[in-house]
């Protein structure tokens, strides 16, 4: 195929390729979902969740049976094997999740005779995934190299730019490093963990104008975040708000620890702001699935990737490369 880039106005010559498509290319998202739509999982206890290239695997193991979890790893590395997509065993990794008070570690796991390394921590997605479900190392990465960007900010104020400037340099570069994912580790933050985020204190100063602080942000984009959820009937969590008989609150989420507590559904019910506002937008959904019974179609085309990662409860995390 032929390929050219545009910026604005200006177009680069075209190129004829001859190995398909490139990285970065309109097609190759839908190319890739359909070249690998028939990779599907074999056990129920086995969850598949994709995000463009990259795919996670989630195995439930039940009174020591790993079984499933297991089949469906030698499946997957055979399905790889027949349409040509080749498994780096070494970059693969596998983090297991595992609360119970009498644990015992699996026995190891081998992918085409290779072992596969096990970790307590990786990255996933851009976020820091722990074995313990604590975002105190995603925190400290982030804060880490948002005190770098920082820098940057203090130099810009030293040459006198302007404060809308300062501004904008800080909601592209560090504020949305600070906010990325912040619907998934906020609420389970600490208060050791909030009080290492004053970075956004230090960056109001330097630009001497106010900014808005994490808990606000959070709290915005889980109600948005909610609502587009509670509009869509197809997404996965679409179940978990359900409306009491009179309409005016949501059925709340029991929980015996505070893991779950601080998780993103509870946090929703339990904030009298997204109660009122999830509401409304109930309504909304409700009014509009009525008056187009007919007519709505829900397509999602979500890929495969080379990148996996499979995880059982225990819960094993297994990324393949």
């Known amino acids: 195929p032929a390929q050219a880039v545009r910026l604005g106005p200006h177009l680069s010559p075209t190129r004829t390729l001859s190995t398909g498509s490139l990285q970065g290319c309109v097609p190759s998202p839908l190319l890739y979902c359909l070249y690998t739509h028939d990779c599907s999982l074999q056990h129920d206890s086995n969850l598949s969740l994709k995000f463009v290239d990259d795919t996670t695997v989630v195995g439930l193991i039940s009174k020591g ?19 040509n997509l080749a498994l780096n065993t070494k970059k693969t990794k596998e983090i297991i999740v595992d609360f119970r008070r009498h644990n015992t570690d699996p026995a190891p796991l081998y992918i ?23 975002w105190t190392e995603n ?16 130099v810009l104020r030293k040459h006198n730019l302007d404060p809308s400037l300062l501004t904008t340099f800080y909601r592209t570069s560090i504020e949305s490093l600070l ?32 900014l808005p602080f994490l808990s606000d942000i959070y709290s915005s984009r889980c109600l948005s975040r909610a609502g587009k959820i509670i509009k869509d009937s197809s997404h996965p969590g679409s179940r978990l708000f359900d409306l009491l008989p009179l ?29 009122h506002l999830l509401t409304l937008t109930a309504t909304h959904a409700l009014t509009h699935t009525h008056t ?20 059982m409860y225990n819960i094993s995390l297994l990324s393949l490369a």
């Open 247 to 275: 309409g005016r609150h949501y059925r709340s989420i029991r929980s015996r620890t505070n893991r779950l507590e601080n998780s993103f559904f509870p946090q929703n019910y339990n904030h009298p702001e997204f109660t």
């Open 65 to 83: 049976d790993e079984a499933a979890y297991r089949e469906e790893v030698l499946k997957l590395a055979a399905w790889c094997s027949d349409n």
């Open 139 to 154: 925190i400290t990465e982030v804060i880490k190299e948002a005190q770098q960007r920082l820098h940057f900010l203090r």
């Open 112 to 134: 085409n005779g290779e072992h596969v390394e096990r970790v307590h921590t990786f990255w996933f997605l851009g976020v820091v995934f722990f074995n313990n479900i604590s």
């Open 179 to 210: 906010t990325y994912c912040i619907t998934v580790w906020y609420g389970s933050c600490t208060m050791a963990d909030r009080e290492r985020q004053r970075l956004v204190k230090a960056a109001q100063r330097i630009i001497g104008s106010p």
């Open 292 to 311: 187009h019974t007919h007519t709505h179609v829900s397509l999602s085309l979500s890929p495969l990737s080379h990148d996996v990662h499979l995880i």
